[in-house]
């Protein structure tokens, strides 16, 4: 006794054998879907780019409002270059370079992050 339960125990090598194999094209299909990488790049530079518009959109409209308001001088300038990091984010996604793009993402929300904290 193993002490484990029959939901456990893995099929045998005849349970194996008399399951029915998918067709060789449904196989192909499902592998092209998964691992095409042009899809995923491209993918990856429409998400980047987004990303890094719709956050310096944000990024504007917070400057603009702490501007307005009674803030320090730090806060808008904060968000405003943190907003300017992230439009350079979404112009470098939109060009293939996703990774720095992150980064600069990454960057831009930290430096806004930081003006929040200044007020």
Do not use: H, K, N
């Not at 060789?24 to 790049?41: K, W, Y």
């Not at 993918?43 to 518009?53: D, E, I, P, V």
């Not at 001088?73 to 984010?89: E, K, Q, T």
């Amino acid at each position: 006794m193993s002490g484990r339960g029959d939901s456990e125990i893995s099929e045998t090598r005849e349970e194996q054998a008399e399951q029915p194999e998918t067709p060789e094209g449904e196989r192909d299909e499902d592998l092209a879907d998964v691992g095409d990488p042009a899809q995923v790049a491209r993918r990856a530079r429409w998400t980047a780019a987004a990303t890094g518009m719709l956050l310096a959109l944000a990024g504007l409209a917070a400057s603009t409002l702490r501007a307005t308001g009674s803030a320090p001088a730090l806060v808008p300038a904060a968000y405003a270059f943190g907003a300017a990091v992230c439009a350079l984010a979404a112009f470098l996604g939109s060009r293939g370079r996703t990774r720095r793009a992150l980064w600069l993402l990454v960057g831009g929300v930290m430096v806004m992050a930081m003006g929040d904290q200044f007020d």
